[in-house]
């Protein structure tokens, strides 16, 4: 479930997902967001470093991302985006609480997102569409107005601010730490989430970057806000989906599993138990990304998609790495591995 595709590369996957042996996959293609809003920000540094497929950041809009800020914009931009044929809609919320402030503010270049009332407006479209709807999240704000626009999924647990550096020619996340934005869903935002059965994408793996950068920020990040929004979300029995928006590691690093990585962290902070971790995982995510399938059971009538592991992941929950066969629809998959 891509939640922001440039149309360029997603092109070159016609005929190679979506058939019996390779993955399957959607796409939200360019997200929405607000005047120089993300992901404006990581690409700029992608560009600097040479590994964005641009020369310039005028050449954003519309491929990176769909700026705006008034139902106009959105008249002029919409026709085209569902011609383009997306799965789903991607809303860019970032620092929503504080958007008039940020959006006046040249320093935050790269670092908002939508207003309130535009995300409002396009959860409306996407849904008179048939489309569902879904936002990046930085804070609990966020979290909040997201819910007031009625989306229907979070793409992030809340988690702080994110900057990024350079680290050996590779862009690595670094916290900007600051104690407004080590954001806790607020009770009443989770409540309502989960008697809506908003899922949550959990993707705090993301923050591995900055154990290695910053362990004591991590440390801190871990303590007062990834547990307890762990926790929040528990408690009022908020759908978790496990995903991952972790970034290569450099030559020389060990390869990342990220899903697995997300998986065996979110098991160890000790508020999931495996069994709800691995059921998370394995039955609630892939009939989160494709509703309409026969998915994620070892059932009479559903589809024969399966791993077999030779370790019990109840047991320890690194043995989901232990994969000795794969099966998709019944066909049994060959996959290349790295050595």
């Known amino acids: ?67 705006v800020t008034s139902a106009a914009d959105i008249d002029k931009k919409w026709p085209q985006f569902l011609a ?12 929503t609480e504080n958007y008039e402030q940020r959006i006046k503010d040249p320093s935050t270049w790269g670092a908002r997102g939508l207003s309130p009332e535009m995300a409002t407006e396009l959860v409306k479209r996407a849904h008179r569409a048939g489309l569902r709807t879904g936002p990046h999240v930085v804070t609990a704000g966020d979290f909040h107005y997201a819910l007031t626009a009625g989306v229907d999924y979070m793409a992030h647990i809340p988690l702080t ?37 908003v899922p949550v994408i959990t993707t705090v793996v993301r923050a591995f970057d900055v154990r290695e950068v910053d362990p004591q920020g991590f440390e801190q990040v871990e303590r007062d806000v990834i547990v307890p929004n762990l926790r929040m979300l528990k408690k009022w029995n908020v759908p978790l989906i496990m995903g991952t928006d972790d970034l290569t590691r450099p030559p020389g690093k060990p390869p990342v599993c990220a899903l697995a990585h ?16 691995l059921k998370a995982a394995t039955e ?21 998609s399966f791993l077999v592991l030779s370790g019990d992941p109840l047991e320890k929950m690194d043995n989901i790495r232990s994969i000795e066969m794969r099966f998709k629809k019944g066909h049994k998959l060959s996959v290349w591995e790295q050595k």
Do not use: C
Request: aromatic share 14%; net charge negative; no cysteine.
């Open 284 to 304: 609630d995510t892939p009939r989160f990304i494709f509703p309409e399938r026969k998915i994620g059971a070892l059932q009479d009538g559903y589809e024969a």
């Open 84 to 95: 383009e044929k997306p799965d789903f809609v991607k809303l860019e919320l970032l620092f």
């Open 161 to 197: 601010e994110f900057g990024f550096v350079n680290k050996g020619g590779f862009v690595v996340r670094s916290f900007l730490l600051n104690n407004n934005y080590l954001s806790v869903i607020a009770e009443n935002d989770a409540q309502l989430a989960g008697q809506r059965r």
């Open 1 to 67: 479930m891509d939640q922001g595709a440039l149309r360029q590369y997603r092109g070159k996957l016609e005929g190679k997902v979506n058939i019996p042996t390779a993955p399957d996959y959607i796409a939200a293609l360019e997200p929405w967001t607000g005047p120089a809003g993300h992901p404006f920000g990581g690409f700029k540094q992608m560009l600097k470093l040479g590994f964005a497929p641009f020369t310039d950041v005028s050449q954003f809009e519309g491929v990176v991302a769909l700026q």
């Open 262 to 277: 997300e998986v065996i962290y979110i098991a160890g902070r000790g508020v999931y138990s495996p069994l709800e971790v």
